[in-house]
């Protein structure tokens, strides 16, 4: 009797499973590159008018600091395919789409923030939609 018999024939993850992990890890980058950027913006490493924690108004400074501690946070999920990643993501997108579309007069207009994690989200929902129907199909045949 061979392990094919007792465990059925092996199936590797198929493609769109594939590229979603490597889809899941360039937004891993992007996060990380995010948090990078809000951690120089604390330190001050960048000589700019409030681009240092002591100099920013209180409402940046909450802003700053969570976003720098929850996007390398979200980097390390997303990128293990962890499964809380993608939702301390969607907490660092919101985050940013409230302050830059909501509260555009504190935060400054970074529409390409927002469009981009708008994209980031339809790109998610998309492969969890196409991973979801191709599982369905396989059950259903197999």
Not at 23 to 43: K, Q, S
Not at 63 to 91: E, K, N
Request: aromatic residues 18%; charged residues 10%; hydrophobic residues 60%.
């Amino acid at each position: 009797m061979n392990d094919n018999a007792v465990t059925g024939p092996s199936v590797g993850p198929s493609v769109a499973e594939s590229a979603f992990a490597w889809f899941l890890r360039l937004v891993a980058a992007y996060c990380l590159l995010f948090g990078v950027l809000y951690w120089i913006r604390l330190i001050g490493f960048y000589d700019g008018p409030l681009w240092r924690i002591d100099t920013m108004p209180v409402y940046w400074q909450i802003a700053a600091m969570a976003l720098a501690v929850l996007y390398p946070f979200a980097a390390i999920g997303l990128w293990m395919l962890a499964s809380w990643g993608p939702v301390i993501w969607a907490i660092c997108a919101a985050a940013e789409i409230v302050m830059y579309a909501g509260f555009p007069e504190f935060y400054g207009n970074r529409q390409a923030i927002v469009i981009s994690h708008i994209c980031v989200a339809l790109l998610y929902v998309g492969f969890r939609a196409i991973i979801f129907f191709q599982k369905r199909r396989v059950q259903r045949h197999g």
